[in-house]
């Protein structure tokens, strides 16, 4: 009879160490599942968290200032006016992977974007978006396991993603694509009716 209580007592104190050594926190951080995941540092440094575009369409531009396509700049605040009333949202995201074709800090940036084209739309912190120091947003937006219809490399500066309202990307163009064409308009009005 004892041996079967110490028995019992052995089973039942095994079983708890199994449940709690399976049940223990998780300490890894979440992968994220949408670009709505991240958090990025604005042009001012500012921390900013992309859940607080949930429920809007953003278009994500990797952007330069001293390149044959920068005058997109102009056509990127063009449909920023024209759609975000409806819930758009142009981001730009500096970077210098291209031809050090960004080489200002983000203050120069800030400046020549809000005195050359009258910038007004989200500007953030200048970032690597391809090779070794590549940012976590852009490994997102580029692998093939979380963005397998729209991934690789980026190819040049002011290549586009188009991220609908739940922060999935739904499109991605080419830096020849123009930010008016009528490809991207078509489509950022195609996910601005999707509520």
């Not at 049940?23 to 440094?45: A, Q, S, Y």
Request: with cysteine.
């Amino acid at each position: 009879m004892l041996k079967f209580l110490i028995l019992g007592v052995f089973v039942a104190l095994v079983g708890i160490g199994f449940f709690a050594f399976n049940n223990e926190p998780n300490n890894e951080p979440e992968k994220p599942k949408t670009v709505l995941d991240f958090k990025m540092k604005d042009i001012d440094g500012k921390e900013v968290s992309l859940k607080k575009y949930k429920g809007d369409v953003l278009l994500i531009v990797n952007t330069a200032s001293k390149c044959g396509y920068t005058p997109q700049y102009e056509g990127l605040q063009a449909i920023y006016d024209k759609y975000k009333a409806q819930g758009f949202y142009v981001l730009g995201f500096p970077a210098n992977n291209f031809g050090g074709q960004e080489p200002g800090t983000e203050e120069e940036i800030k400046e020549f974007c809000e005195l050359t084209y009258k910038v007004t739309f989200p500007m953030f912190s200048k970032i690597s978006v391809k090779g070794e120091n590549q940012h976590e947003l852009y490994k997102f937006l580029t692998a093939a396991e979380t963005n397998p219809k729209f991934a690789g490399d980026i190819s040049w500066n002011f290549n586009k993603f188009l991220v609908d309202r739940k922060g999935n990307v739904v499109a991605r163009f080419s830096s020849k694509d123009t930010p008016e064409s009528e490809a991207i308009t078509q489509a950022i009005e195609k996910f601005l009716k999707e509520k």
